[in-house]
Each structure stands twice: as C-alpha cells, then as structure tokens.
C-alpha cells in the first residue's frame, strides 16, 4: 500500500466512525492506532502510547485550559452574563435592532473573561433571547443574532483554541492574545452593522421603535466587576507580572470572588463550576491524545512532508496558499469541532506555512496564521451542515425551526467572510498590538 493510500485510509476510517457517532477523540485515536499498527507493529505502538500521555500532559503550559475553563464557569453560574445583557441593552436601545445588538456586545464581553464559544453562546441566549421574544424579535434574527455572537467567546481573549494553538505551534500566548485582540473587535463590530442592514432590508424581523432607556448606577455597576477582572488578568499577562498561566488562574480566583460578590454561588453551583470544568478538560485532553497518535501515523507515511514538497512546488504564492488551507478549514468544520480541526491539522499545516515567504519574520508569520484559524474556524461554528453554535442555541429556542437559525446566520457569515478577506490581505491588522509586546 502506498503511503498516499494509507493516509487516505486513516482519514476514512475517522470519518467512518465519526459518522457513526463515535466521538471524535476515540475515532482519531483508533484511526491512527491502524495506522501506526500497518506501518510499525503493535510493540512500537505499546511502547508510544506507554510514554506519549505523560510526555503530552506533563507539560506546564496545558494547565492554562482547565483554569481558563474554570474562569469561564465562575462567570457563568456567577450571574455575570445577566448584568452584562442589561448594560448592553440600555446603551443600545436607541437603535433598531438594538437587542439583538447587545446580545452581540453582551457576548464580546463575557468573551473577554470565557473562552468558549459554546458556554458564551449558551450563557447570552438564557438571558437575552426571552427578552428579544418579549421584544418581537423573529425566531430567525435571535437564533442567528446569539450563535453568531457566541463565536466571540473564542475570537475575543481569552480563547482556549488559540491557547492550544499556541502550545501546538510553540508561540508565546500572551502575543497571540494580543494579535486576536483587533480582529475580535472587528468582528464584534462586523455582527452589529450585519444587523443595522438587515433589521432594514428585510423587515418584520425586529420591532421598528424601541423605547429608550437610561442608564442607572445599579446597572453599570453590575459591569465594573468584569471590567476589573479583564484589568487584572491581561494588565498583568502584559505587565510581566504574571505568565498566562498564572494570570488564568488569578482571573479564575477573581471571578469567584465576583460571584460571591453578586451573592450568586451557591455550593451546588460551585461543585457543577468543577465538574463542569473538569468533564471539559478531559474531553479536550483525550482528542490531545487521538490527534496525537493519528499525527504520528500520518508523520510515518511521510505524506504531510511530501505535501509541502508538492505545495511547494505548485508556485503558488503563499497568500494563495493559506487561502486553500482556511477553504480547507471551512469544508472540514462541517463535519469536526474547533478544537479537533486545531490539534488533527496544525502538526500538517504549520510546517508548510512556515516555509513560505511571506516577507515578514517567522514569528509575525506563525501569529498571524494562527489569527486566520481562529477566525476560520469561528466561521465553522456557524456554518451549515452542522454549526456548532447554531445546534446549540437552537436547542435553548424549541420553537424555532433550525433551518430558519441557519438562515438567520447567513448574514454573519457574510461579515466573517468580509473579515477573513480583510485581515487575509492585510496582516498588518493582527500584528499591530504584538510590537508593543517584548
């Protein structure tokens, strides 16, 4: 069998199993437990898996996804997502449409202080989408409105896919934090001038007028604690205070001490924060451990090397290239989570980038690569046939049909189309906050 074949091979029987519903950590890992099996025997296959759980988890740098996850939980049982909303819809309700605005802002927020995509998306739509029904908002524009605004939750530091990234491509996290901190912005205001046009070219989906309200002091001061944690954590990552990991871990204690604040935790709510965390940690730790075996039998075809060769050879140009690649992340997240998609294809991917020429140093290159997968794979979330976010706030609106949340999307995914393009041809825009970085 020719190494082309059999990596052919393992990817069908993932997919295979996939299909099947096996979760997506067990099927990479059988598939490349074959893969590895054709190519070396069992007893080199013992002898890896005897060795690589401990050489991947001893690592000090993977403890900043558990506590990052856990920051996320604190903020959501804490009650936080709620003040959030409230601020967001009063600054907002001026303009047409301006609920579903603020569920976009209310998402960029509890974003900054998240991580997840999923947990924003759930978190917003439990507090915003009564409202936006009370409101007249259509089944359409909400669902589409809080799935597209959950993909803020990764965009928006802190992201847990963009801390993998940085472990897998060996970059400095606080500068990937940083090069994400614009292109999050841009997304989060792309989302609200998709909204402006549609609420206007197609009417009936939002109310005409909204009453305006004011803000009060009881409002805003629901907000000051984020504030004040976002402060801390990143002040202190970019201050040389504290490392990220550190600094994951004084937002995750901050957060806490938010929600004791708020007068929200209650002991049951504080177990669910460590069960929940934990149950999510292990499930990122295990498609660790599939990726990492189907990696390793993918590397001993040789055909991720021969790849680039071929890549390589084309003359193409390397913007052309990386435009193939994030088509290639748009096809492929119809069928895979973020975080599957990040570990199964970057070990291929970032070797080959990295051997481009871009004109820019290797750092700057490797930065901004990893910002267009994060916003690719953002695009994942939403997009048809399956849409992540779309399944998940679709579940929370049992009345709505999920082909009209898919239609409700589409204006999104226009505005992240717009964005990729921006930020693709224009590389400039991500790096701008890392030069300030040491």
Same mark, same amino acid.
């Given at each position: ?5 059999? +990596? ?11 299909? !099947? ?9 059988? &598939? ?7 190519? &070396? ?51 907002? %309700? ?33 507090? +915003? ?17 809080? &799935?597209?605004?959950?993909? !803020?939750?990764? !965009? ?39 909204? +402006? ?82 149950? %999510? ?14 990696? %390793? ?12 060769? $071929? ?5 193409? /140009?390397?913007?052309?290239? $990386?435009?193939?690649? #994030?088509?290639?992340?748009? $096809? ?49 979330? #939403?997009?048809?046939?399956?849409? !992540? ?25 226009? /505005? ?6 921006? #930020? ?8 701008? #906050? ?5």
């Amino acid at each position: 069998m020719s190494p082309l074949t059999l +990596a052919l091979l393992i990817f069908a029987i993932m997919l295979v199993l996939m299909a !099947l519903r096996t979760p997506i950590a067990i099927s990479m890992f059988f &598939a490349g437990c074959v893969g590895y099996v054709m190519q &070396a025997g069992w007893l080199p296959l013992a002898s890896f898996l005897n060795t690589q759980a401990f050489a991947r988890f001893a690592s000090y740098d993977l403890s900043v996804i558990p506590l990052f996850i856990l920051m996320g939980n604190f903020a959501t049982q804490g009650g936080i997502s709620k003040a959030l909303f409230e601020v967001a819809s009063v600054a907002m %309700s001026r303009f047409r449409g301006g609920l579903a605005m603020a569920a976009v802002l209310a998402c960029a927020a509890f974003g900054a202080i998240c991580g997840s995509s999923v947990a924003t998306a759930a978190t917003i739509t439990s507090v +915003a989408l009564p409202e936006m029904k009370r409101h007249g908002y259509s089944g359409r524009l909400a669902t589409g409105t809080l &799935a597209a605004g959950g993909t !803020l939750g990764i !965009l928006i530091p802190p992201s847990v896919p963009l801390v993998i990234y940085a472990i897998l491509a060996e970059q400095n996290i606080a500068k990937l934090f940083a090069a994400a901190m614009i292109p999050g912005i841009i997304a989060m205001v792309g989302y609200i001038i998709a909204i +402006a046009i549609y609420v206007r070219v197609v009417p009936g989906h939002a109310p005409d007028r909204a009453d305006a309200a004011r803000l009060t002091w009881s409002s805003v001061a629901g907000v000051i604690p984020i504030a004040i944690i976002f402060l801390i954590v990143f002040g202190g990552i970019y201050g040389g205070i504290f490392t990220p990991t550190e600094g994951a871990a004084v937002g995750a204690a901050a957060t806490f001490i938010a929600a004791l604040l708020r007068r929200e935790m209650t002991m049951a709510k504080f177990r669910h924060c460590f069960y929940a965390t934990a149950e %999510s940690s292990a499930m990122i730790f295990m498609i660790f451990i599939g990726a990492d075996l189907m990696n %390793s039998a993918l590397a001993l075809t040789q055909v991720p090397n021969q790849l680039a060769s $071929v890549v390589g050879g084309w003359g193409l /140009s390397p913007v052309a290239v $990386v435009s193939a690649i #994030l088509l290639f992340y748009v $096809v492929l997240g119809a069928v895979m989570d973020e975080l599957s998609m990040i570990l199964l294809t970057i070990p291929i991917f970032f070797p080959m980038v990295m051997g481009l020429d871009f004109g820019m140093p290797k750092e700057s290159v490797a930065i901004w690569f990893g910002i267009m997968v994060l916003m690719t794979v953002g695009f994942g979330l #939403l997009a048809p046939p399956v849409g !992540l976010n779309v399944y998940v706030v679709n579940g929370m609106a049992k009345d709505v049909p999920i082909a009209e949340s898919y239609r409700g999307v589409m204006p999104f995914l226009i /505005s992240d189309t717009l964005r990729t393009l921006l #930020l693709l041809f224009f590389p400039g825009i991500s790096l701008w #906050l890392v030069k300030f970085i040491g």
